[in-house]
Nanobody, 126 residues
């Protein structure tokens, strides 16, 4: 069993920055693959970034690459998502998620994640 809890969402203006955090607890063998997803109203849940293979691999979606950095602190059992140059289209509920494993081809599939946090809202105004 893995528990995840996000924090750090809020409202910013276009071009601003936010850092989201996710506290992870539970079975580490069930959470080698951790990821951030987001879901805007009326849209499908979208993978934003992922860390897997024991923390050695990081992947980003095309929509955020170059503006977002995902980090994992294994000692503190936390994930962070540093977001810069935010745009109105980044407005969404952001979730952290975990699964036992993933690859560069599968990390972005939300249906394959077993554990989810409750989400934190990010709103970017123009």
């Amino acid at each position: 069993q893995v528990h995840l809890a996000e924090s750090g969402g809020g409202s910013v203006q276009t071009g601003g920055s936010l850092t989201l955090s996710c506290a992870i607890s539970g079975d580490s063998s069930s959470s080698d693959c951790v990821a951030w997803f987001r879901q805007a109203p009326g849209k499908e849940r979208e993978g934003v970034a992922s860390i897997y293979y024991g923390g050695s691999m990081t992947r980003y979606s095309d929509s955020v690459r170059g503006r977002v950095i995902m980090r994992q602190d294994r000692a503190k059992n936390t994930l962070t998502l540093h977001m810069n140059s935010l745009k109105p289209e980044d407005t969404a509920m952001y979730y952290c998620a975990a699964r036992s494993s993933c690859t560069q081809y599968t990390w972005g599939r939300p249906d394959e994640y077993m554990y989810w946090g409750q989400g934190t809202q990010v709103a970017v105004s123009s």
